[in-house]
């Protein structure tokens, strides 16, 4: 289980938290310091956390893994570092502020049957994703297509993955949320979608079902 300890008084300050596994060659000289992600000050060791182990976002609960799932700790492939981001929203731009927010992880000695991970899609974080002005609604959309499907399951898990939770994230221009699936060209079930998305009530969905995403 992991949960949010979000410190109080900054429920609208804090707009979400990412936790990253890193490179297990991090050099433990940056262990241990707070740096503004992003700027020239973060040690470039940084950059080797990239992989998703968790995301919390604004408005969301603590998140329980299935009872025979579980993201796995303390065996050698296992994160040996990670770094927790997160990111703030300061519109007044009032100065002075010191926040110590983070996540609570709940660990158990009883192995769980299957891993968890983390699988981003959609649209990547980028300069270049941009709405025309004026425009009354718009679409964006983005792609995890087969190639890359295959690229990152096929040898490790060719059978296919579970999926059991999305999280549907969007800042606030954001108005609905679709998560597509399709397969051989026909469209599935859709995995999750929002069509009244609240920026301010961001939320795991647990699927009714486990839907399997192959390669």
């Not at 991970?117 to 025309?132: K, M, R, T």
């Not at 399951?153 to 597509?180: K, T």
Request: charged letters at 15%.
């Amino acid at each position: 289980q992991v949960e949010p300890l979000i410190q109080k008084g900054h429920e609208n300050l804090v707009h979400h938290i990412l936790l990253y596994q890193c490179s297990s060659s991090l050099n433990s000289s940056v262990l241990g310091q707070g740096h503004e992600c992003y700027h020239p000050n973060m040690p470039d060791a940084f950059l080797t956390c990239e992989t998703v182990l968790f995301a919390w976002a604004i408005g969301g609960e603590g998140f329980t893994y299935p009872p025979h799932v579980g993201l796995s700790i303390g065996t050698a492939a296992d994160p040996q570092l990670v770094l927790m981001e997160v990111h703030y929203d300061n519109p007044t731009y009032a100065e002075g502020l010191v926040d110590s927010s983070g996540l609570r992880l709940v660990y158990t000695p009883v192995l769980r049957q299957y891993d968890a991970g983390v699988i981003e899609a959609g649209l990547w974080v980028s300069l270049f994703h941009n709405i025309p002005p004026g425009m009354p609604e718009f679409v964006s959309e983005g792609h995890c297509t087969r190639e890359c499907l295959t690229e990152a399951l096929g040898a490790e898990r060719p059978a296919g993955i579970q999926v059991f939770a999305v999280l549907l994230h969007a800042h606030l221009a954001g108005r609905a949320i679709l998560m597509r699936h399709f397969r051989r060209g026909q469209e599935q079930q859709l995995l999750a979608y929002d069509e009244h998305f609240d920026f301010n009530f961001q939320e795991f969905q647990y699927l009714e079902e486990e839907r399997t995403i192959l390669p």
